[in-house]
């Protein structure tokens, strides 16, 4: 495990870079963390409706949803979802939204 400032917030990190403590998450660190997981910023009204369908839907079922789910259910659709987290929208979405990978996820 590493630990990493974003925000100006010192976070835990597991060894493939997803926040150990979700509720360290803030707003205000999405953008360095798209930036650090390779999403082009400014991020969008499209990506903020992900990363928050992605931090409910944790806190709710504990763990991330799938590509599919998101797809179906987040309101952006699978071709947008690759366009805003191209590589793995799941996993990067995830990643920008400080909760830890979903199940599925490779």
């Not at 660190?29 to 999403?39: D, K, N, R, V, Y």
Request: aromatic letters at 10%.
């Amino acid at each position: 495990m590493t630990t990493k400032h974003f925000a100006g917030i010192e976070v835990e990190l597991n060894d493939e870079g997803f926040f150990v403590d979700p509720a360290q998450w803030s707003e205000a660190m999405a953008p360095e963390l798209a930036e650090a997981w390779g999403i082009p910023t400014p991020l969008t009204d499209k990506h903020w409706q992900v990363l928050r369908f992605m931090r409910s839907e944790y806190f709710e079922k504990g763990t991330g949803p799938t590509v599919r789910k998101l797809g179906k259910t987040s309101g952006v659709t699978v071709k947008e979802l690759y366009q805003l987290f191209p590589k793995g929208p799941a996993k990067l979405a995830a990643g920008c939204a400080g909760i830890p990978k979903p199940r599925g996820c490779v």
